[in-house]
C-alpha cells in the first residue's frame, strides 16, 4: 500500500490553487496502438559497492525492498577479488598450508544474493595482493588497482573462480550471469597501466573464462564516459579475443568534451546519458561485433524525472542499464555523517529502508506493463497481460548531476517550474477511474517528514521507522474526463503514473 506524508498531502492541495499560473503541456497516450514490447531493461541490474558490503544486513533489506518492489534482478559491485575477502588470506592456517585460493567470502558474498532473489553481475576486481605487480589502491576498503605481475598466473586463478562457480551455482546459471573484466580502466585511479594493457589481461580473462565453459559471457571494456569501445573491438576481433557483450559507464555530469569530443556542442545535462549510449551502439554496430549486445552498467541521477527521461531514451540501445547505486551502505570514498542532508545525498536511492526519490521512481516504472503503447509527450505508456493501461509523465528540469565526487553540495540547483500536464487517453471511455502514484522531492520522499523531525543528523531508531513509512510514492484516485484526460500538476523534476484499469 502507498502511503503519504501529511505533508506531501498539503502541497498537493496547494498545487490545485496555483494550476491557473503553471505552463502546461499535453500528453498522448492512444490505447489502440502497441508500439513494440517494453523490456525493463532498468530492472536488469542495479549498482552496489564493493562485494564485502553486501554480507551486511542493512544492506540485505535495502535489496530485499529492491526485489520485491522494484523487481530489481541482479547486482554488480567492485572488489570480489579485494584482499579484506581473504581470497589470498593472511591467516596462521593459509600460511601453514600454502594452497590455492579460499572462496569461503565469495560464496558467502554470492549465496547471500541468490537467497535474496538476485543473481551477480559478476565484476572481476579488484587485483589480490598476491597477484598484483604493484600495491597502489583505490578507496576506502583498498582495493588493489594495479596489473597482475603474470596474464598467465592471473587467468589460471580466474579460470579456477569460474569453475568453482560453476561447481556450487551450477552451469545453467552461471551462464546467466555476465562476466565483465575489470571497473573503468581508462581511469588512473581504477587501473595503474593503459589501454594496450589492458587488452592484453582482458584477453587472457576472457579466454579463461571460455575454457571453463564458451557459452559463460564476458565482456569489457567496463570503461567510464563510453571510452575505448570502438579500438576494443577492432583490437579483440584482430586478436581472436572473444566479446559476448560490450559495457560502458556514463554520468550526466561527465565533461562532455571527453564524452562526444573536444569542441562539441553542449548538451542539456538530460541529453548526455541519452546520447552518448546512441553514438557507443553506433559504434558497436559500424564495428566487427555488430548487433552484440551493450549494457549500462554504471549510470546516475538522482532527479526523477531525468531518471524516466533518460531509460526512455537510452533503453533502445542497452540490454541492461545499472544505476549507482541501490544502498547507501556504500563506503567507496569513506564512511558517510549523515543518513539524509541538504543538497546532493551522492547516489543512493536508499538508506536502511528509507526510500529517496530516485528509488521510489523505480517503484512507479516497475509497475508499467511490458506492452509499450504509442504515445506524444514526455511518457512511458503501457498495458499488462489483463489489460490494465498505465502511464507515466514527467516535468523534466535541469537539474545539476556531479560528474566527480558526489554528496559535496548543500543545495540543488534546478532550472524549470511546476508544470500543468494534460494526459489524454485516446480510445478509452472518459469518467473510468485512474489511480495516480506521484513522486518528487516532497511526495514520495523522506525529506519534508526529516525536516519536520529537525533535520538530525544520526535519526533515531524510532525516526527511522518514521521516515521508512512516510517514504513511499503519494498515490490518490482520479476520475478521468468525458473526454478521457486527466490533468496533473507536477513540480520541477515531478512524475505520476496513472493507472486505469
Not at 9 to 36: I, Q
Request: proline fraction near 5%; hydrophobic fraction near 45%; charge should be neutral.
Amino acid at each position: 500500500m502507498f502511503l503519504a506524508s501529511g505533508a506531501a498531502a498539503a502541497a498537493l492541495s496547494a498545487s490545485g490553487a496555483r494550476a491557473a499560473a503553471l505552463a502546461g503541456e499535453t500528453v498522448r497516450v492512444d490505447t489502440r496502438t502497441v508500439a513494440g514490447a517494453l523490456p525493463h531493461v532498468w530492472e536488469e541490474c542495479v549498482g552496489s559497492d564493493r562485494a564485502a558490503i553486501t554480507m551486511r544486513e542493512e544492506w540485505r533489506q535495502d535489496m530485499r525492498l529492491a526485489v520485491a518492489e522494484a523487481g530489481i534482478k541482479r547486482a554488480r559491485f567492485h572488489g570480489i577479488f579485494n584482499d579484506e575477502l581473504g581470497v589470498f588470506g593472511k591467516s596462521v592456517l593459509e600460511m601453514r598450508r600454502g594452497g590455492g585460493p579460499n572462496w569461503l567470502n565469495v560464496y558467502r558474498v554470492y549465496d547471500g544474493l541468490l537467497e535474496l532473489g538476485v543473481s551477480p553481475y559478476v565484476e572481476l576486481s579488484f587485483m589480490p595482493g598476491k597477484l598484483a605487480s604493484g600495491k597502489t589502491q583505490f578507496g576506502f576498503y583498498g582495493g588493489n588497482i594495479t596489473p597482475p605481475s603474470s596474464d598467465a598466473e592471473f587467468a589460471g586463478f580466474i579460470r579456477s573462480f569460474t569453475a568453482a562457480m560453476v561447481d556450487r551455482y551450477g552451469l545453467e546459471a552461471v551462464r546467466s550471469w555476465p562476466f565483465e573484466v575489470w571497473n573503468e580502466p581508462n581511469l588512473s585511479f581504477f587501473w595503474t597501466a593503459d589501454k594496450q594493457r589492458y587488452f592484453d589481461m582482458y584477453k587472457a580473462v576472457a579466454v579463461a573464462i571460455k575454457s571453463v565453459d564458451p557459452q559463460i559471457k564476458v565482456g569489457g571494456p567496463a570503461t567510464s564516459k563510453t571510452a575505448w569501445i570502438g579500438d576494443f573491438a577492432e583490437w579483440c576481433a584482430a586478436n581472436n579475443a572473444p566479446v559476448d557483450f560490450f559495457a560502458t559507464h556514463v554520468y550526466a555530469g561527465d565533461n562532455q568534451d571527453e564524452v562526444f569530443g573536444k569542441g562539441s556542442p553542449r548538451r542539456s545535462v538530460n541529453a548526455v546519458i541519452p546520447d552518448a549510449l546512441a553514438a557507443a551502439r553506433r559504434t558497436i554496430d559500424a564495428g566487427p561485433f555488430a548487433g552484440k549486445p551493450m549494457w549500462l552498467s554504471e549510470w546516475s541521477s538522482d532527479s526523477p524525472a531525468m531518471i524516466a527521461h533518460v531509460i526512455a531514451g537510452g533503453m533502445a540501445h542497452c540490454a541492461g542499464m545499472s544505476q549507482w547505486t541501490l544502498s547507501g551502505m556504500y563506503e567507496e570514498l569513506g564512511v558517510d555523517d549523515y543518513m539524509l542532508k541538504e543538497g546532493s545525498m551522492g547516489w543512493s536511492m536508499m538508506i536502511d529502508g528509507i526510500a529517496k526519490p530516485s528509488f521510489n521512481t523505480y517503484r512507479l516504472l516497475h509497475r508499467l506493463g511490458t506492452e509499450r503503447l504509442a504515445a506524444q509527450g514526455p511518457a512511458l505508456a503501457a498495458k499488462d497481460r489483463r489489460g490494465r493501461i498505465s502511464a507515466l509523465v514527467w516535468n523534466l528540469a535541469e537539474v545539476d548531476q556531479p560528474g566527480g565526487i558526489p554528496g559535496m553540495t548543500s543545495e540543488r540547483k534546478i532550472v524549470g517550474g511546476a508544470r500543468r500536464v494534460t494526459v489524454q487517453f485516446d480510445g478509452v471511455k472518459g469518467g473510468r477511474t485512474a489511480q495516480v502514484h506521484y513522486v518528487d522531492w516532497e511526495r514520495g520522499s523522506p525529506m519534508p517528514a526529516w525536516r519536520a523531525m529537525g533535520s538530525p543528523q544520526y535519526p533515531s531508531s524510532a525516526q527511522i521507522g518514521q521516515l521508512r513509512q512516510v517514504s513511499r510514492p503519494l498515490v490518490e484516485t482520479r476520475r478521468l474526463g468525458a473526454d478521457a484526460s486527466l490533468t496533473l500538476d507536477l513540480p520541477a523534476e515531478g512524475i505520476a503514473l496513472v493507472e486505469i484499469a
